[in-house]
């Protein structure tokens, strides 16, 4: 059965087609080749309410709503919601008296429209709901007690993509039960056909050993890039290394060339330079998620393991942000930690020819690199297409570690 979803309409704005577009692909991505039966609904009517998306699991009913801000949160039952300083729904009900509404709206109406008996399969006061953040933000979960009344905070959740699944995962009630026809039933008396619902039929392998690889899949950022590190550290032998400048100046995890879901990683625009690359090596998104089939840390850390493909930067922080005696000191302590592994590899693959050239001949000297290629950034490519081109539209990677 699996993930299947649908869109009433196209949204209005931008922003929430691309949520909707994310939201679906998490989705897929966690449950796509499961058992489990999970229904999305998006951009739908109830009680006179317009809902962002309704998400329908086997043990719970989620009311979504979309907001597309990131940054440190502050939120209340009936003060307005500020992040960053920036008020969201400036003149209008704050996120949470915005969903109260949705989620009552939604409750009403399965009330009315519900056959008798419904009640032995699902509590409808059980409903919850959830405010997603398009971007990252700075919230501390275990706040909810405290902002919230501990009622509200039973039911309402605030999440950004980062932590999106495992949120879902923990929502759950022992009085909700809506496997097969209870879930058609639901949706029907929403107005939603199942037949109108779309499902892909991808099966996505797991390679290799599932024990690590599911200990990744929940580790958070510090944990992975500690671990990926560690491993490769603990390695023999490391066949190619590829060496970029610094990290992404949003959604970095620690390991380079890496993020924490596909679609950040593939999907959005502009291209990261971690797609160029991948793809570069014969790895489009599609055989990336049978690599990884949870997401590209799991991917990132079966190529380490399994083909002995490791990935690093010359620099652990943004050096556009950095000063030139700060340059200096992070290079330093940044070679200090790749040392280890640099001296294991076999073929050093270096990408950018003017930082990363010169401070990998600077801080790792000695030591000998195979290739050095134009960088995968934008920035690169606009400032040399035809090179750029040349370099990352015909698998270049791929064809340097098999000559």
């Known amino acids: 059965m699996a993930f299947k979803s649908f869109l009433n309409f196209k949204y209005s704005h931008t922003h929430e087609n691309k949520i909707w577009n994310k ?16 229904y999305l609904v998006g951009n739908l009517l109830a009680g006179g309410k317009e809902l962002d998306a309704l998400l329908v699991k086997e043990d719970a009913l989620i009311v979504i709503d979309f907001k597309d ?13 500020t992040i960053s300083g920036i008020e ?58 405290y902002d919230l009344s501990h009622s509200a905070s039973k039911w309402f959740g605030v999440c950004d993509f980062q932590n999106f699944v495992n949120h879902i995962s923990e929502v759950t009630s022992k009085q909700t039960s809506l496997r097969g026809e209870r879930a058609q039933i639901l949706l029907s008396a929403l107005g939603i056909s199942v037949k109108k619902f779309t499902e892909s039929d991808a099966t996505l ?23 990926y590190y560690k491993k490769a550290s603990e390695l023999r032998s490391i066949k190619v290394l590829i060496v970029g400048q610094d990290p992404y100046p949003s959604g970095a995890n620690g390991v380079a060339f890496c993020k924490d879901n596909y679609y950040a990683l593939y999907v959005e625009e502009p291209e990261t330079a971690g797609a160029t690359v991948l793809k570069s090596m014969g790895i489009d998104m599609e055989k990336a998620r049978k690599i990884g089939r949870k997401n590209p840390k799991v991917l990132f850390y079966e190529l380490l393991t399994k083909s002995g493909i490791c ?10 942000q950095l000063n030139v005696e700060d340059r200096k000191t992070i290079a330093e302590e940044t070679a200090r930690f790749n040392l280890p592994i640099v001296k294991k590899a076999e073929s050093i693959i270096l990408l950018g020819k003017g930082v990363t050239k010169t401070t990998f001949e600077d801080f790792y000297q000695g030591i000998n690199y195979s290739h050095v290629l134009i960088h995968p950034s934008l920035r690169a490519k606009e400032s040399n297409p035809s090179e750029w081109t040349e370099t990352w539209e015909n698998n270049k990677l791929e064809n340097l570690w098999i000559e």
Do not use: M
């Open 23 to 38: 939201l679906c692909y998490e989705l897929q991505a966690e449950y796509g080749s499961s058992d489990e039966e999970v």
């Open 205 to 227: 392998p797991q390679h290799g050993d599932d024990k690590p690889s599911e200990s990744i899949v929940s580790s958070s950022d510090e944990n992975f890039a500690d671990y």
């Open 88 to 145: 969201i729904n400036s003149n209008r009900k704050n996120p949470f008296a915005q969903l109260s509404d949705n989620k009552y709206a939604v409750l009403a109406t399965l009330k009315k429209k519900l056959p008798s008996g419904y009640e032995n399969w699902i509590n409808i006061g059980h409903i919850n709901a959830l405010v997603l953040f398009h971007q990252r933000i700075d919230y501390d979960i275990d706040c909810l007690r």
């Open 311 to 320: 990935f690093i930067n010359v620099y652990n922080k943004l050096y556009d």
């Open 69 to 81: 801000y990131g940054g440190t949160l502050v939120i209340s039952e009936n003060e307005p919601w």
